[in-house]
């Protein structure tokens, strides 16, 4: 199962081929460190201006990658880059490598090193969006849900949100936008709200390595793990994908994330696609123009 799951998410990260771009800075460590799962790349449009609003697109791997950060550069990227937005694909770390919540820490510290370099990388910083698929859809929901939260607690458990990756910590990490694909959003509900061919309550499911343990026995970390719980008025838009046969994350994850949004008053749009499964049939043209548009009329906003 492991391995099936594994190779379902590395077949989704194909590495951008045809050059789209008019500029790219590779391998660009956030942390100011050595370590290869704080490198990211930063992509630039082919229409030259002084500066871009920015994407940061975050892959899916289940928490089990630290290196795919080239993952739907043909199909995401490619379409976000044609409407002018610089792109920005991060590594983070894998759940083996740290647990719950270093993830969320290096994806606030890939903000905050965005703002603190945008001249150097003529990125406008009056926009950052954030997007990602299945474990990235589940970051990128996260660094929404969690804007200006440092720390938050719940039943007594403290998470720091924020971290202390990298040198630029005086900098902002907030997103601007979010739009999420397929992702795991209420983790303590997976087996319990929908159909799919993983148990997720297992020990050994990428959820439970992710948050280091059982999750029906550590169900407040989980739920600290969970975009769900962070849901307030404070939420930036939030546009979510996912289909209605998705056999990994049941879309039900999408729909209980939209409506703990809804409930709080904050603004957002969930699609579920029809016979779509995870991945296929919902990283389409006709969603990835839909994403687009939500982000340019969120710049625009």
Known sequence: MKVYILTLFLLLNIPLIAQDYSKKWENVNYATDTLSYHNMDIYLPSVEKSSYPVIVYIYGSAWLSNSSKGADMNTIGKSLLDAGFAVVTPNHRASWNALFP????????????IRANAEKYRLDTSFIGISGSSSGGNLAAMAGVTRNVKSFTLEGQEVDLEGEVGKYLDFCSSVDAVVAWFPPTNMLIMDSCGGTDFIHDDVNSPASRYI??????NQTKTLLASPTTYASPNSPPFLIFHGNN???VPHCQSEVLYEALNDAGADSELVIVENGGHGPGVHEEEYINMMVDFFLQAYKN
Do not use: S
């Not at 270093?102 to 090193?113: F, L, S, T």
């Not at 280091?212 to 026995?217: D, H, L, N, R, S």
């Open 102 to 113: 270093a993830q969320i820490h290096d994806v606030k510290a890939v903000i905050r090193y």
């Open 212 to 217: 280091g343990g059982a999750i029906q026995e």
């Open 246 to 248: 998705d056999r990994v």
